[in-house]
């Protein structure tokens, strides 16, 4: 079973249009299952990734429901089967309103 990667609409013309990506379920971390997405849509790793590598600040990746910053970053386990979410940060309200 591949490990299906989420993008959100505004990466989507930098993967063909495309809401998902199926990738071999051979990866073991997200950084693995990255760099395969990054070879079959080069474009979309700019918009992720810093040129040093690191997650983009406005940018959140998800293994399931665990945000990567909390569960080992790059480095944090994938496994055959799951799905990996790319958002990004959501800002917004109204000012002077207090919930």
Do not use: K
């Not at 071999?24 to 693995?32: D, F, I, M, N, Y």
């Not at 055959?80 to 800002?91: D, F, K, Q, W």
């Amino acid at each position: 079973m591949p490990i299906r990667v989420l993008l959100p609409s505004y990466l989507r013309s930098f993967a063909g249009g495309r809401r998902e990506v199926a990738l071999s379920p051979a990866a073991r971390t997200v950084a693995e299952a990255l760099e395969e997405l990054w070879r079959l849509h080069p474009g979309l790793r700019d918009r992720v990734l810093t040129e040093r590598g690191a997650v983009r600040p406005y940018v959140n990746i998800f293994v399931g429901q665990a945000n990567i910053r909390e569960a080992g970053g790059l480095a944090a386990p994938v496994s055959e089967g799951c799905e990996i979410l790319i958002v990004p940060n959501v800002a917004g309200g109204c000012p002077g309103q207090r919930g």
